[in-house]
């Protein structure tokens, strides 16, 4: 979790301890969920018919400092007490050791709105399951400073991963690596032939460390370019999912502005090579943006022409839309911020619970900018 | 103009990942020059290198159990590549299970060497990895540039001392200053000095041996005519030497330095199946 973002989401509900995070640009959520039977005791508070079991963040640091270093905690540890307490306005890490110590760690929270992702693995058209070895494995013949990564689909029901090249420029200069899995390497492949979809190394590494160490296999469902990627963990006792926004594919996206509003497009854009890339964080006006960005597509047809934007650098544009992207960039881009990468941002909105048909949508809106301020 | 080759043996892969290793530690682009029988990984002493210069030359034999090479015509039987040694080893790095590494030239969108690796897996079909590492094709009217170094005409050849004292001598060194001395003598006597306004640091090699070079020239190798003791000298960047020590991942069979008063130290370092010549100039 600490790979994704700097703020560590607790919370608590009937089902479990769920905890969460979510990247700068939002790009990125992931949630664990512990059932209850993960724990020796579990009691998540009472909610009342007006008020919620409470929830709230810590500095992700913070949190990660109380269990510094596994094996000595594995050596000395026997148990480890998890309190709440609101009133008080600190979250109670109370370590039982050996010899009759006990660590009491005392974390400063803050109250937060609920952090959710908008996702539905059941619509997303395709679906792998493997051990996660494999995909690690996999993962190996990468640089480990690489940013995107392309999954795909091919003929034999092969399944390709390559490591993702923005521009012609780049291309030429940049070693170009791709793997193919063979589909009996996967535990399931229920895939669309053709698909395939661009997204961040950084996170998943995260989450595929922690597969290979709890011996899980990793599923991935993932839908049409765009749309974002989910990988989950399942266990009897833990849930995991991480999300993530994927690029979308300008050449198949439709043209209609009045579509879906997730269908915005972005054209790739500049990186600065070796930096980590930092999603653009997602405009609280999406009506505007979008009307905008369509104003400016109908207006440059084909506009390879223009001034290269002074933050970013000059560079061939594949695709007809690199001018009016810069204008919106901009607008949508916290000033002073590095040049960034344009994926499609995301999918947080009203609040829908995972995997589950029919949900019901509380009118809760979620993980909005404002809540950046926190 | 085609390139294909192939390594099946893993100790062959292995041998050829750790000079290809060595060679990106050295260079960050560099010539690779293939002919009938032999490769050859070439950095010329542009200004752009810091004049430091580099051949290093492998017979393809001992290495591929498939090459085959056409060169750009009949009579120039040769292909003279500029690529990012740094590439190849990533290539490779991952490959040191491999069933079978493949390389072959290709020019889809550029020209690039493909290398694919078949590596075991548990289904069963074998896992293909492809890396496309973007080359220059060097054209014929520069081949020039890129012909074997002579051997200058040296006032001192010595053999090395055990690379892995001389390369943790030289690291520490490095914290200090950025220029050495390196300096010998007819005697087997080697001093490497950094010497700085706070401090100054001698650390002394002796009894190393001297090479015999068959000589044209009388007065080169005679005892008689030189002085056994004197030293000769050159002070050159302590990184570059750094670098090809850290790059040296075997013990080479013979290593040796020639060095021209303060003008070149002229390192060899020969391999069974690799020899490697590395040029670091004099500072004025």
Known sequence: ?374 | MRFRAKIVDLACLNHFSRIINTIAKLAKTCILRLTVCKLYFILSDKVANGGASMWCELSQGNFFDEFQMEGVAAEHNEIYLELVPDNLSRALKTAQSAKAVKIKLTNKHCPCLRVAVELPSLSSSSRIVTHDIPVGVIPRRMWNDFREPSVPDFDVSIYLPVLKTMKSVVERMKNLSNFIVVEANLSGEMNLKIETDLVSVTTHFKDLGNPPWASADGCRSSAQGRDLESMAEACIDIKKLQQLLAGQQVNPTKALCNIVRKRVVHFILLHEEVSLQYFIPAIA
């Open chain 1, 1 to 374: 979790l600490s790979r994704i973002g700097d703020e560590l989401y607790l919370e608590p509900s009937e089902s479990g301890l769920s905890l969460r995070a979510v990247n700068s640009s939002r790009s990125a959520f992931a949630s664990f969920l512990f059932g209850p039977l993960f724990f020796q005791l579990y009691e998540p508070g009472a909610a009342g018919p007006d008020t919620e079991l409470f929830r709230c963040k810590v500095h992700m640091k913070s949190f990660l400092g109380v269990f510094r270093s596994l094996p000595s905690l594995e050596k000395s540890v026997g148990k480890c007490l998890i309190l709440l307490k609101p009133r008080a306005s600190r979250l109670v890490l109370q370590l039982h050791c050996k010899h009759g110590v006990t660590k009491t760690h005392n974390l400063a929270f803050q109250e937060c709105e609920r952090l959710q992702a908008v996702f539905d693995t059941q619509r997303c058209s395709s679906r792998l399951c493997a051990p996660a070895r494999v995909l690690a494995e996999a993962v190996v013949h990468f640089p480990p400073t690489l940013a995107e990564v392309t999954l795909g689909t091919g003929p034999g029901g092969k399944i390709s991963l390559r490591n993702y090249v923005e521009d012609e420029a780049e291309a030429s200069k940049t070693m170009l690596t791709e793997l193919w899995l063979a589909e009996d390497e996967f535990q399931s492949v229920a895939v669309c032939p053709g698909s395939h979809i661009t997204f961040c190394l950084k996170e998943f590494r995260g989450l595929l460390s922690f597969a290979e160490a709890s011996n899980l296999p990793l599923t991935i469902h993932f839908d049409e370019p765009g749309r974002p990627v989910v990988f989950t963990l399942d266990d009897t006792v833990l849930e995991v999912h991480l999300v993530l926004a994927t690029l979308s594919d300008l050449e198949n996206n439709s043209q209609s502005p009045s579509t879906n509003r997730d269908q915005r497009e972005h054209s790739p854009s500049c990186s600065v090579p070796g930096s980590v890339s930092h999603l653009p964080a997602l405009s609280d006006d999406f009506a505007d943006d979008l009307e905008s960005y369509m104003a400016a597509m109908e207006t440059s047809e084909g506009g390879s022409g223009g001034p290269p934007s002074p933050t970013f650098p000059l560079r061939t544009p594949r695709l007809a839309q690199s001018d009016p992207e810069d204008d919106e960039e901009e607008e949508g881009a916290v000033p002073g911020t590095p040049p960034h990468k344009k994926f499609r941002s995301l999918f947080f909105g009203s609040v829908m619970t995972p995997g589950r048909p029919g949900p019901a949508i509380t009118e809760e809106v979620l993980a909005e900018d404002s809540d950046g301020e926190c």
